[in-house]
């Protein structure tokens, strides 16, 4: 059976005639009657309504170019054309005709946007259709906000959208063959069913909502941009274009002005702007600049920002030929930058290894394991390093010892086996600085090699052996820590018993030539080799351990250098900043206090990365001897004779501890 139209009949929201199924026209009038923008924002708002449906519109870009090209160079007003007047009423044509607006299929789940602003409700009726399937809108729906609607909160706001959208569509959303859902960019409304308390308004909407299948669905407002356009049609008919004084007249008594700004004003007076000051800016004469960037950077709103931060502060306003040139110049001055900012480079200070000896027990490394808990009698492990063959000498003994003590235990159970050393690495622990222990190496002919502040590179062959000692203690007296004495030997016979990766042999084969071991030998095995052969045997074992460290000493610097970049170069009598990194200061708050002290006058130069610095008297504790890394110069600047001010230093705290280390200096 055929049915024919006389004429147009209207059903569920379309007209049905001879010509076939349109939308009626009232359905699409939120878009057909959107007005022609007034103002930059009102373009932006319908292009981003536009450009959801520009995949639906053979041509979009040229179409829409007209009111596109307004928009370039970020114009500040409109200048509304004729040719964007055409493209405006074209593009409303083109959405509210096939194939923009799809027809509902009742057999398609539906989607539903909804969106509201202070002024009106917008929301998208949609559906997937096609191959492959893709979002097509099915209605628009835009309803201004009565008065009394306007005084709801944000929440019932939001939920009106929803029971709005779904009174003008309940016809094919009622009933409907699969749940649909709802889009909002107002997260509560997701729970919106569990929840407990409910005023009369939102109890009444809820009755209402009952009678649909659907889930709600939270969407960020940046991807709601169809309902959040069609919500803000009304803005601009109900917002006052020029905002209402809060105060009134007769309280206001003048406009706050800035003393810099004063001060500029009266300098433009002797030294007016040039002609290639650009427009919408102050010029600033000579005399006031410098006052000017202080101001900008050292002002609590701007928080001492870096360069580029203090440059953008100011160009925004006020301008000079040299402002870049004058910022870079006072900021890299800056004392409280100086002191408060954390260093973004690498640490300063290629890695400078220690020379390598020429044959075992020749230079030693020596360190102190404290803190033990008594076992024998003991409570502290003298180590002692051999910077050659990696061997070790692990000497318990009773507490901290003196330097005489010290001295004595070393010619007891290391000169009088291996002979006197050329020389001796240390912390400067008190027995180390001390006028004895001095004296006693002196007499020996040792050379004493003290090591600087706060960096524990130039020991580190004895650190290492610290931290596998420990860990050996560790592994056999973690449950009777009172005998950890017992199994010294037992952790000085392993570390001299593994092969080190430096020279790829262990200790006990380079000093010895053999590697001893704990099992009796056979009998074939108890003839002693001859003397010669022996010291053949030495010497091949010292040239090749002699080898395998220089190769290590180069990878190791290799690697070390990766991480680090080329140190300053200081002169006597230079400047620089102290880092309070490992500085025993006492400070109110050490996490909000300066991370640089001084300035401090260098004094000389100690070795490649190390340099002596002139300390005050109140910081006499402190080994003046530091590496480059914790140093940071002192730059000049035009602004320094009020922008560095002598501030208290922080007082010197008391510290435990036999010293800190750094790298080495004779």
Same mark, same amino acid.
């Given at each position: 059976?055929?049915?024919?139209?006389?004429?147009?009949?209207?059903?569920?929201?379309?007209?049905?005639?001879?010509?076939?199924?349109?939308?009626?026209?009232?359905?699409?009038?939120?878009?057909?009657?959107?007005?022609?923008?007034?103002?930059?924002?009102?373009?932006?708002?319908?292009?981003?309504?536009?450009?959801?449906?520009?995949?639906?519109?053979?041509?979009?870009?040229?179409?829409?170019?007209?009111?596109?090209?307004?928009?370039?160079?970020?114009?500040?007003?409109?200048?509304?054309?004729?040719?964007?007047?055409?493209?405006?009423?074209?593009?409303?044509?083109?959405?509210?005709?096939?194939?923009?607006?799809?027809?509902?299929?009742?057999?398609?789940?539906?989607?539903?946007?909804?969106?509201?602003?202070?002024?009106?409700?917008?929301?998208?009726?949609?559906?997937?259709?096609?191959?492959?399937?893709?979002?097509?809108?099915?209605?628009?729906?835009?309803?201004?906000?009565?008065?009394?609607?306007?005084?709801?909160?944000?929440?019932?706001?939001?939920?009106?959208?929803?029971?709005? !959208?779904?009174?003008?569509?309940?016809?094919?959303?009622?009933?409907?063959?699969?749940?649909?859902?709802?889009?909002?960019?107002?997260?509560? %409304?997701?729970?919106?069913?569990?929840?407990?308390?409910?005023?009369?308004?939102?109890?009444?909407?809820?009755?209402?909502?009952?009678?649909?299948?659907?889930?709600?669905?939270?969407?960020?407002?940046?991807?709601?941009?169809?309902?959040?356009?069609?919500?803000?049609?009304?803005? !601009?008919?109900?917002?006052?274009? #020029?905002?209402?004084?809060? %105060?009134?007249?007769?309280?206001?008594?003048?406009?706050?002005?800035?003393?810099?700004?004063?001060?500029?004003?009266?300098?433009?007076?002797?030294?007016?702007?040039?002609?290639?000051?650009?427009?919408?800016?102050?010029?600033?004469?000579?005399?006031?600049?410098?006052?000017?960037?202080?101001?900008?950077?050292?002002?609590?709103?701007?928080?001492?920002?870096?360069?580029?931060?203090?440059?953008?502060?100011?160009? +925004?306003?006020?301008?000079?030929?040299?402002?870049?040139?004058?910022?870079?110049?006072?900021?890299?001055?800056?004392?409280?930058?100086?002191?408060?900012?954390?260093?973004? @480079?690498?640490?300063?200070?290629?890695?400078?290894?220690?020379?390598?000896?020429?044959?075992?027990?020749?230079?030693?490394?020596?360190?102190?394991?404290?803190?033990?808990?008594?076992?024998?009698?003991? +409570?502290?492990?003298?180590?002692?390093?051999?910077?050659?063959?990696?061997?070790?000498?692990?000497?318990?003994?009773?507490?901290?010892?003196?330097?005489?003590?010290?001295?004595?235990?070393?010619?007891?159970?290391?000169?009088?086996?291996?002979?006197?050393?050329?020389?001796?690495?240390?912390?400067?622990?008190?027995?180390?600085?001390?006028?004895?222990?001095?004296?006693?190496?002196?007499?020996?002919?040792?050379?004493?090699?003290?090591?600087?502040?706060?960096? =524990?590179?130039?020991?580190?062959?004895?650190?290492?052996?610290?931290?596998?000692?420990?860990?050996?203690?560790?592994?056999?007296?973690?449950?009777?820590?009172?005998?950890?004495?017992?199994?010294?030997?037992?952790?000085?016979?392993?570390?001299?018993?593994?092969?080190?990766?430096?020279?790829?042999? +262990? =200790?006990?084969?380079?000093?010895?030539?053999?590697?001893?071991?704990?099992?009796?030998?056979?009998?074939?095995?108890?003839? !002693?080799?001859?003397?010669?052969?022996?010291?053949?045997?030495?010497?091949?074992?010292?040239?090749?351990? @002699?080898?395998?460290?220089?190769?290590?000493?180069?990878?190791?610097?290799?690697?070390?250098?990766?991480?680090?970049?080329?140190?300053?170069?200081?002169?006597?009598?230079?400047?620089?900043?102290?880092?309070?990194?490992?500085?025993?200061?006492?400070?109110?708050?050490?996490?909000?206090?300066?991370?640089?002290?001084?300035?401090?006058?260098?004094?000389?130069?100690?070795? #490649?990365?190390?340099?002596?610095?002139?300390?005050?008297?109140?910081?006499?504790?402190?080994?003046?001897?530091?590496?480059?890394?914790? %140093?940071?110069?002192?730059?000049?600047?035009?602004?320094?004779?009020?922008?560095?001010?002598?501030?208290?230093?922080?007082?010197?705290? @008391?510290?435990?501890?036999?010293?800190?280390?750094?790298?080495?200096? =004779?």
């Amino acid at each position: 059976m055929s049915v024919v139209f006389q004429k147009s009949v209207s059903f569920l929201g379309y007209q049905l005639s001879a010509s076939g199924v349109k939308m009626e026209v009232d359905r699409v009038s939120a878009v057909r009657n959107w007005q022609t923008p007034t103002t930059v924002k009102e373009v932006q708002q319908f292009l981003g309504f536009a450009n959801y449906y520009r995949r639906f519109i053979r041509g979009f870009g040229q179409v829409a170019a007209p009111i596109t090209s307004l928009l370039k160079g970020g114009p500040v007003r409109l200048r509304w054309s004729a040719e964007a007047d055409r493209a405006f009423g074209r593009l409303k044509d083109l959405f509210t005709s096939a194939p923009v607006l799809a027809h509902p299929d009742p057999s398609l789940p539906f989607q539903v946007e909804v969106d509201v602003s202070e002024a009106g409700i917008g929301a998208v009726l949609s559906q997937r259709s096609g191959t492959p399937p893709k979002l097509r809108p099915c209605a628009f729906y835009s309803k201004k906000l009565s008065p009394a609607e306007r005084n709801y909160d944000v929440g019932d706001r939001e939920l009106l959208a929803v029971v709005q !959208a779904l009174k003008v569509w309940w016809h094919w959303l009622e009933g409907a063959q699969h749940p649909f859902l709802i889009l909002t960019d107002h997260r509560n %409304l997701e729970y919106i069913r569990e929840a407990r308390r409910l005023n009369p308004r939102q109890a009444r909407w809820t009755m209402f909502l009952a009678r649909f299948v659907f889930k709600i669905t939270y969407i960020p407002g940046s991807q709601n941009g169809k309902a959040d356009a069609l919500s803000r049609r009304y803005d !601009a008919e109900e917002r006052s274009v #020029e905002p209402t004084p809060i %105060l009134p007249e007769s309280c206001l008594v003048a406009p706050v002005v800035w003393e810099v700004d004063a001060e500029i004003e009266r300098a433009l007076r002797t030294d007016p702007s040039p002609p290639q000051c650009p427009v919408g800016r102050t010029y600033v004469p000579l005399e006031v600049r410098d006052h000017l960037i202080c101001w900008a950077h050292t002002s609590p709103s701007s928080g001492h920002p870096g360069i580029g931060r203090t440059v953008h502060c100011l160009s +925004t306003k006020y301008w000079w030929p040299t402002l870049a040139r004058d910022v870079r110049i006072y900021v890299s001055s800056c004392s409280v930058c100086a002191q408060c900012k954390a260093p973004r @480079h690498l640490p300063r200070g290629k890695l400078q290894p220690l020379p390598i000896p020429q044959r075992p027990w020749s230079h030693l490394s020596v360190d102190f394991v404290t803190d033990l808990p008594p076992s024998q009698g003991n +409570t502290t492990i003298l180590v002692v390093v051999d910077r050659f063959s990696k061997a070790c000498r692990l000497l318990p003994m009773p507490g901290l010892p003196t330097a005489l003590q010290t001295a004595e235990a070393l010619f007891t159970h290391v000169f009088r086996h291996y002979g006197v050393p050329e020389d001796i690495v240390s912390d400067r622990g008190p027995q180390f600085t001390s006028r004895v222990w001095r004296a006693f190496m002196e007499r020996l002919g040792v050379s004493v090699s003290l090591t600087s502040g706060y960096h =524990p590179e130039s020991n580190g062959q004895v650190e290492r052996v610290n931290q596998e000692v420990g860990r050996f203690l560790r592994s056999y007296c973690q449950g009777r820590p009172e005998e950890w004495a017992r199994y010294v030997p037992w952790a000085e016979m392993a570390q001299n018993s593994l092969r080190h990766s430096s020279t790829q042999l +262990t =200790p006990f084969q380079c000093v010895l030539g053999y590697q001893p071991v704990l099992a009796p030998w056979h009998e074939s095995q108890i003839e !002693a080799p001859a003397v010669d052969e022996w010291v053949r045997r030495s010497e091949e074992t010292w040239n090749a351990a @002699h080898v395998h460290l220089q190769r290590a000493i180069r990878r190791q610097k290799t690697s070390a250098d990766l991480h680090r970049s080329e140190g300053p170069v200081y002169a006597p009598g230079d400047r620089v900043w102290l880092s309070i990194r490992n500085l025993p200061l006492r400070l109110p708050c050490r996490k909000l206090g300066r991370r640089f002290v001084g300035p401090f006058k260098v004094l000389r130069r100690l070795n #490649e990365v190390c340099y002596r610095l002139e300390l005050p008297i109140d910081y006499r504790n402190i080994n003046p001897s530091f590496h480059v890394s914790l %140093l940071r110069p002192v730059v000049a600047g035009p602004l320094q004779e009020y922008e560095i001010e002598e501030t208290p230093r922080p007082p010197v705290g @008391h510290r435990g501890g036999s010293g800190v280390h750094c790298e080495v200096h =004779p």
